[in-house]
């Protein structure tokens, strides 16, 4: 694989740092997009000593602006795209449904369309989600499972999966989607819940906080390390044909569950600490999701190693050096 140039978009993620950090180790010569605004502290980069000149290739585009992405391929001229911007946020995609249709799903479609025209052999992989399949009838989800998307986030998702799935067909395009179910690591954005209880119990164990207020409990979702989900979408790419995979662990856990392993690491009862409010709760939100990853471990021989209590563990632990950290620093804030 050495000499092979990739190209990621949101590469400040979650994801992306931890993919940057596989293919460093491929060999790649590794270029992100980020938008002029983008903040590298604290995310997976900086982390990983790669927000360095010589590391990485750093290059400034906007998934609303086509010029832009244009311009972001002549640069970089990859071997491979893993296209993992947008607005992802499902909360926020109530609040902004308009601004998640450009990024997420119509700046999928510029990309593909600038990828087309240069006509090079590029291959190309999208980020998609579980939330594509909606509130599904059956479980596991599979493939075949069929998508009904029930937040403006997984429709902008399904008109993006649904183009990749045109152009390969269209324009023999080597282009895949991972249909990937929640994947979680101390890099996990602070807006989502595992993030949000794992610093909870690491906070309230340190006497910084006293009380979490959380939506609904009930919802149990199939949580997996990202550092696992990375490598399936490096196989997928790889892979000699291109297709759809559901990357998932098979088990599913309620928010109930995360808050009292989490809470139980640091020897605390979740339930002196956390309230429900039902105002939290989202317009439509999924009971369950749970996904069956078989085609991937058949025919990628990919398969999670990382198990959810280990994943809690380790994000609390991290939860709980941060504030030691800033405990140490003076930091009160």
Known sequence: MAGKTALI????????????????????AVHGMIRPTAV?????????????????????????????????????????????????HIQVSFDLPEYTGETTALGTLRLLEVIR????????????????????????????????????????????????????????LHASCGILFNHESPFRGESYVTRKVAR?????????????VLGNLEARRDWGYAGDYVQAMYMIVQADTSDD???????????????????AHVGLDYRDHVRQDPG????????ETRGDA????????????????ELVRMMVDAEVERVARCDCSGDRD
């Open 9 to 28: 978009t949101g590469i400040t993620g979650q994801d992306g740092g931890y993919l940057t950090e596989l293919l460093l180790g491929e060999g790649y």
């Open 40 to 88: 590298l502290r604290g995310s997976r980069l900086e982390a990983l000593g790669l927000a360095h000149p010589g590391r990485v290739v750093l290059h400034n585009a906007d998934l609303t602006d086509t010029s832009s992405l244009a311009a972001l391929v002549e640069k970089s001229a990859p071997d491979e795209v893993y296209h993992l911007a947008g607005q992802s």
């Open 117 to 172: 025209r240069r006509g090079d052999r590029v291959r190309f992989y999208l980020a998609a989600t579980s939330e594509l399949f909606g509130e599904p009838e059956m479980s596991p989800q599979t493939e075949a499972t069929p998508l009904r998307p029930v937040n403006p986030y997984a429709a902008a998702k399904l008109y993006a999966f649904s183009l990749v799935g045109a152009y390969r067909r269209a324009y023999g």
């Open 200 to 212: 909870a119990a690491a906070e309230i164990a340190a006497g910084r906080a006293t009380e979490l």
């Open 245 to 263: 995979y559901v990357i998932a662990t098979g088990e599913s856990h309620s928010v109930r569950e995360l808050c009292e392993q989490a809470f």
């Open 280 to 287: 939290l709760f989202r317009p439509v939100d999924i009971s």
């Open 294 to 309: 078989r085609k991937a471990r058949e025919r990628l021989g990919w398969a999670p190693r990382v198990a959810f209590p």
